[in-house]
């Protein structure tokens, strides 16, 4: 009796469960043929993102590492098919049970996608052609189910009439789709308007410092752009073309600006290498990475603004809603804090900011670098609060200097005897002096630095040792040209950054 029951179920929940795919599938075809940036799918999962309290996506991150979005996305959806088919099995009471559960599942995306920054009326119509969709298919679908159920004779026949059109509803659904990703190629525009852009004054090719540490494994001085780390709550990376940027500057001065792309790259343009690193990055961890960035001087833009005198912060805000607050000091001292176009001698890649995207040496990226950057604010500290900050992170965020070992990596078995061992450091603002190794408590013994044009990028670094045959530790710390050496106390990340001293186990034999 049970599994008849649930036999006569199971159709209902089906139907349900298609009429839901089919919304998705239209919803996301009219936000790519309407060039929308954010599916109402993606709109919820940044809208989670954004109410997450920041101890939980520190530990999602921790745990999942760059998978933390996908599988937020896969959770959404997983949840949304469970939901699809109760409103698949309520429409055995009648025909206004699901339509309670379309209307609510609407009303959630409708809320998130009008929360977006820059949120305008067609923002809403993927919702709205979703939810069309929902009541739609799904009354299609239950008219063919109720005739079954009223003429038992004909239930074969009806059966055979619910799959006909459940298989029509689902290949429209995957026509649809796929119709809407190839008609809205808003990204592939960009693309293809980034690639032909070319910025007067971006050095294509310039070589690396002329003392280059030369052992297989370190990382190289220049990070490519492909691999480059990525690190943002967006799930849809903004496509802006650059005749459509602009960025307004104003709060807590005397004259407000707005400057257009063309603006921008008109005015002098500064070339630097600058290491970045997250903020998450464990000790010895991978968020980091050495690029020449190519922009204009912020510290110029705002000296001719008259910055009020009680200001101390720029809230900084992306084109996906995104913000930081950044100390004014670390935007009008000496340091090559930028409005960036171009990473290692081509614009932007999309992923990290184009067309144009804030770099700010000496602190990390949650308090200062804003991709796809459109507002400036200059205000206090006191009025103004970061999508980090207002979770628990700190204030400032300075950048703490730091050392990784890159060769051997851990574990390894090397052969018993001379050992080179190199890998680099960076203390961003503030350069790197030395560094030293020690292996097996012995005595610290400095490493050979490679040449840097500045303090703002990292060095590498390398050094031999004898290493007899056993197990063997391995640590590496680095002094700053402050004086400042390295503290070995562990502390994780949060709220400002981790310490202490990378430390790898091999084995010599």
């Known amino acids: 009796?049970?599994?008849?029951?649930?036999?006569?179920?199971?159709?209902?929940?089906?139907?349900?469960?298609?009429?839901?795919?089919?919304?998705?599938?239209?919803?996301?075809?009219?936000?790519?043929?309407?060039?929308?940036?954010?599916?109402?799918?993606?709109?919820?999962?940044?809208?989670?993102?954004?109410?997450?309290?920041?101890?939980?996506?520190?530990?999602?991150?921790?745990?999942?590492?760059?998978?933390?979005?996908?599988?937020?996305?896969?959770?959404?959806?997983?949840?949304?098919?469970?939901?699809?088919?109760?409103?698949?099995?309520?429409?055995?009471?009648?025909?206004?049970?699901?339509?309670?559960?379309?209307?609510?599942?609407?009303?959630?995306?409708?809320?998130?996608?009008?929360?977006?920054?820059?949120?305008?009326?067609?923002?809403?119509?993927?919702?709205?052609?979703?939810?069309?969709?929902?009541?739609?298919?799904?009354?299609?679908?239950?008219?063919?189910?109720?005739?079954?159920?009223?003429?038992?004779?004909?239930?074969?026949?009806?059966?055979?009439?619910?799959?006909m059109v459940a298989g029509a509803i689902s290949l429209a659904a995957v026509g649809i789709a796929v119709g809407g990703r190839v008609v809205g190629a808003g990204r592939r525009h960009v693309e293809a308007s980034r690639r032909l852009l070319r910025i007067p004054g971006v050095t294509r090719r310039q070589p690396p410092p002329a003392t280059s540490v030369d052992l297989a494994g370190i990382a190289p001085w220049q990070t490519p752009n492909e691999d480059?780390?990525?690190?943002?709550?967006?799930?849809?990376?903004?496509?802006?073309?650059?005749?459509?940027?602009?960025?307004?500057?104003?709060?807590?001065?005397?004259?407000?600006?707005?400057?257009?792309?063309?603006?921008?790259?008109?005015?002098?343009?500064?070339?630097?290498?600058?290491?970045?690193?997250?903020?998450?990055?464990?000790?010895?961890?991978?968020?980091?990475?050495?690029?020449?960035?190519?922009?204009?001087?912020?510290?110029?833009?705002?000296?001719?603004?008259?910055?009020?005198?009680?200001?101390?912060?720029?809230?900084?805000?992306?084109?996906?809603?995104?913000?930081?607050?950044?100390?004014?000091?670390?935007?009008?001292?000496?340091?090559?804090?930028?409005?960036?176009?171009?990473?290692?001698?081509?614009?932007?890649?999309?992923?990290h900011g184009f067309p144009v995207r804030t770099v700010v040496p000496g602190l990390y990226g949650y308090v200062s670098a804003t991709k796809w950057v459109v507002d400036m604010e200059v205000t206090t500290f006191d009025d103004a609060m970061g999508y980090w900050t207002d979770k628990g992170w700190s204030a400032l965020g300075p950048v703490k200097i730091a050392s990784r070992i890159d060769v051997p990596q851990a574990g390894d078995d090397v052969p018993a005897g001379e050992l080179a061992i190199g890998g680099v450091a960076w203390h961003q603002h503030t350069g790197i002096e030395a560094v030293e190794v020690q292996v097996d408590g012995r005595e610290w013994e400095r490493a050979d630095l490679g040449d840097a044009p500045s303090v703002d990028p990292w060095v590498q670094w390398r050094v031999t040792v004898d290493v007899p045959k056993g197990d063997h530790t391995i640590r590496v710390r680095a002094i700053g040209k402050d004086g400042q050496t390295q503290t070995d106390v562990v502390r994780a990340p949060d709220p400002d950054g981790s310490t202490g001293l990378h430390t790898i186990g091999i084995s010599a034999g």
């Open 1 to 163: 009796m049970i599994g008849h029951d649930t036999g006569r179920r199971a159709p209902w929940a089906l139907a349900g469960v298609l009429a839901g795919l089919a919304g998705l599938a239209t919803s996301y075809a009219a936000a790519m043929v309407l060039t929308i940036r954010e599916s109402p799918v993606v709109a919820v999962a940044e809208l989670v993102i954004r109410l997450t309290p920041g101890e939980a996506a520190e530990r999602a991150i921790s745990v999942l590492g760059h998978l933390d979005k996908p599988a937020l996305v896969l959770g959404i959806l997983v949840i949304l098919v469970g939901l699809f088919a109760l409103a698949g099995r309520l429409a055995q009471r009648g025909f206004w049970q699901p339509q309670v559960v379309w209307f609510a599942l609407a009303g959630v995306g409708l809320a998130a996608v009008l929360a977006q920054r820059g949120a305008v009326p067609t923002d809403v119509i993927p919702v709205l052609v979703g939810l069309v969709t929902w009541v739609t298919a799904h009354s299609a679908l239950n008219d063919a189910l109720r005739r079954g159920r009223r003429r038992p004779d004909l239930e074969s026949s009806e059966r055979r009439v619910f799959v």
């Open 228 to 351: 480059f780390y990525l690190i943002d709550t967006t799930l849809a990376k903004p496509t802006i073309e650059p005749t459509e940027w602009s960025l307004r500057i104003h709060g807590l001065v005397d004259r407000e600006l707005v400057l257009s792309f063309s603006d921008l790259v008109a005015r002098e343009l500064t070339e630097s290498w600058i290491t970045l690193n997250c903020v998450s990055n464990e000790v010895g961890g991978g968020l980091v990475g050495n690029a020449r960035w190519s922009g204009v001087r912020l510290a110029d833009l705002l000296a001719d603004l008259g910055v009020s005198a009680k200001a101390d912060a720029v809230l900084q805000t992306s084109e996906d809603g995104w913000t930081c607050v950044t100390p004014l000091a670390a935007l009008t001292d000496d340091r090559d804090a930028m409005l960036a176009v171009a990473m290692n001698g081509r614009p932007l890649p999309i992923e």
